[in-house]
């Protein structure tokens, strides 16, 4: 699997390298190479700006008959964005740069032409030094008399500084440190400030849900206690007791109309104590009919039923005494009325 893109050749065992023949290519043949523009520079013709980095696909040549210390010396060719004017630059491994040929013009070398001067001039001094040493001798004493004026320049700015500034860094400092901490007691007095507000808020927030708790609870109490009073009470009790009657008789008179011949002509409800005592019986003699008092305290309303009854039946031939005043002996008396009318 590793051998899949290797170039395996096969060499025969009479092969001979020297018959190989050699392509005759001209010395000053031009390759095409990517490359960036190794400097700013301004086109000639159009005056475009290209600016360092820009990429060009440029052809490259090497320069017949110029080396630098045996290393070839190659030149480039590339076409201007805009106008597409030739513009050429060669290598300059002497100064480990690049020197424009023509088509444009260099921009920003200032630096590099301030630096040619000073070389410049150091080759020619020591080239005149060489030659003559009285020379040297006035340039020594040139030297060390411009160092030092530059020294005695330099203290007097130094001296002049501390006139004029007059700063005294100690108080600049102190008063430093006080500031930082105004600042640091300002920060911790509104902290604590926010941190008591936030406790009153949820101090309030709190009795105002313990008001609110309390005031549900004695609502939910006393709900409770009249639900209590209303179960306490029997359903019957509303018609013994003086509430009862009294809204009863504050009621309209068509519902107590109704209430009054709905218990004349089926009863009252009694009690049970007066299911067990109940005694029918005729007597053809009699022409009144007795009726006993009720013993019980509710059944007032049923002991008028009784003598409205009894009155009613008094014309027949057949009385009927009714003890209790329950309502089944209403409807035993109400039987034997009929029965007589039949007969």
């Not at 000639?44 to 080396?67: D, H, M, P, S, W």
């Not at 306490?232 to 509303?238: E, F, S």
């Not at 009144?288 to 014309?315: C, D, M, Y």
């Not at 003890?323 to 029965?339: E, F, P």
């Amino acid at each position: 699997m590793s051998e899949r893109k290797v170039l395996n050749k096969y060499y025969p065992p009479d092969f001979d390298p020297s018959k190989i023949p050699k392509l005759k290519l001209p010395k000053d043949r031009q390759y095409v190479v990517r490359l960036m523009a190794p400097f700013n520079m301004r086109c000639k013709t159009c005056g475009e700006y290209i600016y360092k980095g820009k990429k060009f696909n440029a052809r490259k040549e090497t320069v017949q008959n110029e080396l630098y210390m045996g290393l070839p010396i190659f030149r480039f060719y590339i076409k201007c964005t805009r106008c597409l004017a030739e513009i050429t630059f060669k290598t300059d491994p002497e100064n480990t740069d690049y020197a424009m040929e023509h088509g444009a013009t260099r921009n920003f070398q200032a630096e590099k032409l301030i630096e040619e001067e000073e070389k410049k001039i150091q080759r020619e001094r020591e080239e005149e030094e060489l030659n003559n040493p009285m020379k040297v001798l006035e340039n020594r004493t040139r030297d060390s008399k411009m160092e030092m004026e530059v020294l005695e320049n330099l203290q007097e700015l130094k001296e002049l500084n501390q006139r004029q500034a007059q700063v005294d860094f100690e108080s600049m400092l102190e008063e430093y440190k006080e500031l930082e901490k105004r600042q640091k007691e300002k920060e911790q007095e509104e902290d604590e400030r926010e941190t008591k507000e936030m406790l009153d808020r949820a101090l309030v927030k709190r009795l105002r849900d313990s008001d609110s708790d309390s005031d549900s609870d004695q609502e939910e109490k006393n709900r409770k206690e009249q639900q209590n009073k209303n179960a306490a009470l029997k359903p019957t009790d509303i018609l013994t007791t003086k509430e009862g009657a009294d809204i009863k008789g504050s009621s309209t008179g068509v519902k107590r109309q109704k209430v009054e011949s709905w218990e004349r002509s089926v009863g009252g409800l009694g009690g049970k104590s007066a299911l067990g005592s109940l005694v029918v019986r005729k007597k053809p003699a009699a022409t009144t009919a007795t009726v006993q008092q009720p013993t019980a305290v509710g059944q007032t309303a049923s002991s008028k039923t009784a003598e409205t009854s009894a009155t009613a039946t008094a014309g027949s031939s057949q009385p009927v005494v009714v003890q209790n005043g329950s309502s089944l002996s209403l409807l035993g008396a109400y039987s034997d009325s009929d029965d007589s009318n039949s007969d």
